[in-house]
């Protein structure tokens, strides 16, 4: 079983920058890489940024692209996600998520089994 807890959640204006972190339980064996998703009130859950553990390879939604970095610190078995110039759009429950699985690609959710509880991300205007 895997655990992950997020936090740094909270609510910045407009413009402002915001850094989340997902602490997991296990080894990196258990996983892949490493996720991160975020789901706005009606509507679905989208792919914001991906991390691989063993060469960091980094990959990012079109819509945050630019104004996030997402990097990882493989002895603490934690993901970071540092957001910057924060949109209202960008208003949502952010989940991390371990990538246990490896047959498509790292946007899709089904990649991805072990989810944290989320953190809410709240942007105003």
């Known amino acids: 079983q895997v655990h992950l807890v997020e936090s740094g959640g909270g609510l910045v204006q407009a413009g402002g920058s915001l850094t989340l972190a997902c602490a997991a339980s296990k080894r990196t064996f258990v996983s892949y890489g490493m996720g991160w998703f975020r789901q706005a009130p009606g509507k679905e859950r989208e792919f914001v940024s991906a991390i691989m553990w063993n060469n960091g390879s980094t990959y990012y939604a079109d819509s945050v692209k630019g104004r996030s970095t997402i990097s990882r610190d493989n002895a603490k078995n934690t993901v970071y996600l540092q957001m910057n110039s924060l949109k209202p759009e960008d208003t949502a429950v952010y989940y991390c998520?371990?990538?246990?699985?490896?047959?498509?690609?790292?946007?899709?959710?089904?990649?991805?089994?072990?989810w944290g509880q989320g953190t809410q991300v709240t942007v105003s205007s």
């Open positions: 998520a371990a990538r246990i699985y490896y047959a498509g690609n790292y946007y899709s959710i089904g990649e991805y089994k072990y």
